[in-house]
């Protein structure tokens, strides 16, 4: 159970880039889309119900869905730092979100590296519960 919070842990940002990046990439083909139709007769081809347009309208829509999909995901995880302490999700953070070395953030967060150890312990005791 322990690799597989972590695993999702580790996936969080890397979600939020890719989050970050199909919104552009959506944004582009729909500003491509508009850009592309000059005169009357290719806005008549490029509406919605044409096929011509169909692999950029599906596109959207999954970019969409994955879109969707990620912030879900990421959204549980927000759910579940909400079940720990202050101190343990600050830690949970630090060394599996921002991913930074145990030492590192028992200096950010003045704490021994034990301590931070235990609060990433505990972390993973109540999660297992949930």
Same mark, same amino acid.
């Given at each position: 159970?322990?690799?597989?919070?972590? &695993? =999702?842990?580790?996936? +969080?940002?890397l979600? /939020?880039?890719?989050?970050?990046?199909?919104? %552009?990439?959506?944004?582009? %083909?729909k500003?491509?889309?508009?850009?592309?139709?000059? $005169? +009357?007769?290719?806005?008549? *081809?490029? !509406?919605?119900?044409?096929?011509?347009?169909? +692999?950029v309208?599906? =596109?959207? =829509?999954?970019? /969409?869905?994955?879109? #969707?999909?990620?912030?879900?995901?990421?959204? #549980?995880?927000? $759910?579940?730092?909400? #079940?720990?302490?202050?101190? =343990?999700?600050?830690v949970? *953070? &630090?060394?599996?979100?921002?991913? &930074?070395?145990?030492? #590192?953030?028992? *200096?950010?967060?003045? &704490?021994s590296?034990?301590?931070?150890? $235990? !609060?990433?312990?505990?972390?993973? *005791?109540?999660?297992? %519960?949930?």
């Open positions: 159970m322990s690799e597989r919070v972590k &695993k =999702e842990l580790a996936l +969080y940002r979600r /939020e880039i890719e989050i970050d990046d199909m919104k %552009l990439k959506v944004e582009e %083909l500003i491509g889309e508009q850009l592309g139709t000059m $005169n +009357y007769e290719e806005k008549v *081809q490029s !509406s919605m119900k044409c096929k011509n347009n169909d +692999y309208m599906n =596109e959207i =829509e999954t970019l /969409e869905k994955k879109i #969707r999909f990620n912030e879900i995901a990421n959204k #549980r995880i927000d $759910n579940a730092l909400k #079940r720990l302490d202050i101190d =343990e999700t600050e949970i *953070q &630090k060394v599996f979100i921002e991913k &930074k070395s145990i030492t #590192r953030a028992s *200096q950010e967060l003045f &704490k590296r034990k301590s931070i150890k $235990n !609060s990433i312990d505990r972390a993973f *005791q109540k999660l297992k %519960l949930a």
